[in-house]
């Protein structure tokens, strides 16, 4: 075994929460063309069980915090979140971890990072959705970002989660569009894009590859600093 | 430092089935598909999945299939299709569009579909988008004949269940000069060009069935319409530059980019990477697409973006 507790028969496989709604077929393709296998959450139980958890979410948010809710699957979320297992969330799935949106008002998210997701807004002539390549502004030494640097990834969405005192330590990178918003966020082995890496090519594929091989090489710059992260050793391939 | 989101460079295939009913790709002039010289059959510039393949590996942004026959053919016998994309989705990655043929209808068995069933397919086949055409237009003549939206429509269909960044709508205008500013119900620009009777002003027609038919909407009037249904993002195509390789109409791009707050793609006409940068500069249109001059390798993907960089335009490199 592996330092990270997972065995060589689960070295290739991740546990992916996909609740119907929506183009998932990129995520799953992803997976698969990275040479990772796909485990599907049918029941509450699968997410606990899960060694590596992606959430890919799509659609709006009352509809997936509703889905989620009918499914049982808020409470065992919320339990493997806590527990500190790898988690990729994408997209919505980054939302979803807030206390909120506007974009459904009264539903509560799975409340993990403090914050509500808001509107961005078109009255000054900002296009909306912001859709397209944009950067990524890095915020904290972080492996799981190493590849991207100053290239461009692919957002689509018309909510983002803004930076706040409370949630900044959660703060991985900031991406400017209409002001400055938060475009991934990270804490120990929990990470969430509002960017899509199954959309934006290699250097998705990149990101992927790093999440699915759990291995973090620290940078440079932070390999002396205090509260450097620790270093995890790659999975052993026996 | 600070971010910024770039201009995006999107590779559209034109899809239709050869008289062998195998998919190919076609480019039309100006709308007219058939090949006008030599037999009937119908051009073939290469088969979409490794044509959508190759425009990943050359860096397109975002690549777009056109199915043009979908006003004719059933979507249940355009599985091929689907087929299509879910092999396209296995290596390519970027955002995929999908547009002709997404409306309810009845097929030989006598099943019915709605336009959401058949969107939903298309999404379960590694769509990220579906575009509708004709159908937006009738969808806007109904919303501005009742002065409110009906619900019905395909793009609040589609954009209640999926969101509006998956519905995009396709328009297909055609130029039309006019005497004076209000000569016609429609909202006119002044032309940077003037008519061949020295007139001053036009309007944008929209046409359907692939531009044989207009349609008493104008362009303008069409995309503020949508953009009310809950269209995510404009394609705005130009049926007297299409295939010309003249340039985009940086007019009709114009009135349109500054009509909506929704992004726009600006197709037609391109023929070399100035086009796309002359667009940019004039334009707020978000993204440039190209068929013909990608699919013949006249132009490269790489040119035009290098070519927007060397122009200051932000570009994914």
């Known amino acids: ?238 | 430092r600070s971010t910024c989101l770039a201009k995006r460079v999107i590779a559209c295939l034109d899809v239709r089935a050869n008289d062998n009913g195998d998919l190919v790709v076609t480019k039309g002039d100006q709308y007219d598909v058939r090949e006008k010289a030599g037999d009937n059959d119908v051009r073939n510039l290469g088969k979409p999945v490794e044509l959508a393949g190759r425009y990943f590996q050359e860096g397109a942004d975002e690549v777009t299939f056109l199915n043009i026959t979908g006003f004719r053919d059933f979507p249940l016998e355009d599985m091929p299709m689907l087929e299509v994309l879910q092999r396209s989705s296995e290596t390519v990655f970027v955002p995929l569009t999908v547009g002709g043929g997404i409306r309810d209808f009845t097929d030989a068995t006598g099943r019915s579909y709605s336009s959401l069933e058949v969107a939903a397919e298309y999404f379960r086949s590694g769509a990220d988008k579906i575009s509708i055409g004709s159908d937006a237009v009738s969808a806007v003549e109904d919303l501005l004949a009742a002065g409110k939206p009906s619900g019905k429509s395909a793009i609040e269909q589609i954009s209640e269940t999926y969101g509006k960044q998956a519905v995009v709508v396709s328009v297909d205008p055609r130029k039309v000069w006019v005497d004076s500013q209000d000569a016609v119900p429609h909202h006119t620009i002044r032309s940077s060009v003037p008519g061949p009777n020295g007139e001053e002003f036009c309007w944008y027609q929209c046409t359907v069935r692939g531009g044989r038919e207009g349609r008493p909407l104008g362009a303008y009037e069409l995309a503020k319409g949508v953009e009310e249904l809950g269209a995510g993002e404009i394609l705005l195509n130009c049926i007297d530059k299409d295939g010309t390789g003249d340039g985009f109409d940086i007019d009709l791009i114009g009135m349109v980019s500054d009509a909506v707050t929704i992004p726009v793609i600006a197709s037609s006409g391109a023929g070399c990477p100035e086009h796309f940068s002359e667009m940019f500069k004039s334009t707020r249109a978000a993204a440039g697409l190209a068929a013909g001059i990608f699919h013949r390798e006249e132009v490269s993907i790489n040119s035009v973006k290098e070519h927007l960089d060397s122009e200051g335009i932000p570009s994914r490199m």
């Open chain 1, 1 to 238: 075994m592996s330092r990270s507790g997972i065995t060589t028969s689960e070295n290739r496989e991740v546990t992916l929460l996909d609740y119907g709604v929506g183009n998932v077929r990129s995520v799953r393709n992803a997976i698969k063309y990275l040479g990772f296998e796909v485990r599907e959450v049918t029941k509450p139980e699968d997410i606990l069980t899960a060694k590596r958890l992606i959430f890919p979410g799509v659609g709006s948010y009352g509809a997936a915090m509703d889905i989620l809710k009918r499914k049982d699957f808020v409470d065992p979320l919320k339990e493997y979140l806590a527990e500190g297992k790898p988690f990729l969330g994408i997209c919505l799935g980054l939302q979803l971890l807030f206390e909120g949106s506007e974009e459904s008002s009264g539903v509560e998210g799975l409340g993990v990072v403090p914050g509500m997701v808001t509107a961005f807004d078109p009255s000054q002539g900002l296009v909306v959705p912001h859709m397209g390549w944009n950067g990524l502004e890095q915020r904290k030494p972080s492996a799981a970002l190493g590849c991207v640097e100053d290239k461009r990834v692919y957002f689509v969405h018309s909510f983002r989660a803004l930076e706040t005192e409370k949630n900044s330590e959660w703060v991985l990178s900031t991406t400017d569009y209409g002001g400055e918003f938060v475009s991934s966020i990270q804490k120990g082995q929990v990470t969430a894009m509002q960017f899509h890496p199954e959309k934006s090519g290699a250097v998705g594929l990149e990101l992927f590859k790093s999440f699915l091989e759990g291995h973090e090489k620290v940078p440079e710059a932070t390999s002396l600093a205090v509260g450097a992260l620790p270093t995890v050793a790659p999975l052993c391939l026996m």
